[in-house]
């Protein structure tokens, strides 16, 4: 067993962005134990391959888990309960499991729904990804200094627990536990809220027939720039959330809705006070987030170079 990982084989069902991150990760800690990588993705398993991620590759995720003392889950949120039915048969007695996905309720209750009883399953999300996707966009570093949450239910076993947010901790990350509806809230309003209005954005720029993508393109740097990182994000990846966060992403958007009606009567009536009492609060969030290391002060809107920072 290499410390500080209290296990010794390893399964990472999904190899693109975050399952080639964690294989990086794990290696640069000093894990020395077997990694099974399993991808239905040919390119992506032999790309996997080449990059030297793994330990055996397998197209068949059944056959990767057989040895895992740990199965590490890093698929889309849609492909969770096939990964789970798919997986349960062959996993060893004991074997904790854990997952990625961007969002928690629906993977717990897939989870649920396919493992056998006697596998331990715990639920986590590192909040710390790109716009980049598939193995060759992974590095060992995506997890330092950036939060990964677990959302264990009264039904996670503790030890298990405790084994996963280790191994996060291992690779530098700040373990915040919450319960699981809070989660999938939270994350509307500050991850999968924002991918949708980028999306948005992006396709009603390109859509506007009076301006064109030359200029689009040329003037991107006047905010829309931005946008368009997170718009270019995996389209399963972010389909996948929107289907199974559906509740709290129309919670979330209805609210932002109210609040896009009143700045634009704002705007319709020249309300300036409202309009600078709004940006006057809105600067005080950003300064926040800055202060609290979760982005940077620099120039070129604060977005370091290299791919980091969140979904
Ligand atoms: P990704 O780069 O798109 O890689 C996902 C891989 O899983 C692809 O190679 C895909 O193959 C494969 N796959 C899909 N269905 C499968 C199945 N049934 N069996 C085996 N392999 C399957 O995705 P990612 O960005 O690493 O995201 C992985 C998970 O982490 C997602 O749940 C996501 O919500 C979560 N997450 C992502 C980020 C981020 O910023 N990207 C951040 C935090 C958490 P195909 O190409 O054939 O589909």
């Given at each position: 067993m290499t410390e500080p990982f209290r296990f010794q084989s390893v399964a990472i069902v999904g190899i693109g962005l975050i399952g080639a991150s964690l294989a990086l990760a794990l290696r640069d800690c000093g894990f020395d134990g077997a990694i099974a990588v399993a991808d239905r993705n040919a390119d992506a398993l032999q790309e996997a391959e080449a990059l030297g991620l793994g330990t055996t590759y397998h197209g068949d995720a059944a056959a990767a888990v057989a040895d895992a003392d740990i199965v590490i889950l890093s698929v889309p949120v849609g492909a969770m309960a096939a990964v789970g039915t798919a997986i349960g048969p062959a996993l060893k007695a004991g074997a904790i499991v854990t997952d990625t996905g961007s969002v928690k309720g629906a993977v717990i209750d897939a989870m649920a729904a396919t493992l056998p009883a006697s596998a331990r399953f715990v639920a986590g999300h590192p909040i710390a990804g790109s716009e980049n996707s598939g193995p060759?966009?992974?590095?060992?570093?995506?997890?330092?200094?950036r939060w990964c949450i677990i959302t264990p239910t009264p039904e996670t076993d503790p030890e298990a627990t405790e084994i996963v947010s280790g191994m996060w901790q291992a690779f530098g990350a700040n373990i915040e536990m919450m319960e699981v509806t809070r989660h999938d809230l939270v994350l509307a309003l500050t991850s999968h809220l924002p991918h949708l209005i980028a999306y948005n954005i992006v396709r009603t720029a390109s859509d506007m027939?009076?301006?064109t993508e030359a200029e689009v393109i040329k003037f991107?740097?006047?905010?829309?720039r931005d946008f368009t990182r997170l718009a270019a994000s995996d389209p399963t990846m972010w389909r996948d959330v929107f289907l199974h966060n559906r509740e709290a992403v129309l919670e979330a958007l209805g609210r932002f809705s109210e609040d896009l009606a009143m700045l634009q009567r704002a705007i319709r009536w020249g309300d300036g006070e409202q309009l600078f009492d709004t940006f006057t609060r809105t600067r005080a969030i950003r300064r926040s987030i800055v202060g609290a290391g979760q982005d940077t002060a620099a120039p070129n809107f604060g977005r370091p170079q290299e791919p980091r920072g969140g979904e």
């Open positions: 060759g966009a992974g590095f060992p570093s995506l997890f330092n200094h027939e009076e301006v991107s740097a006047g905010g829309f």
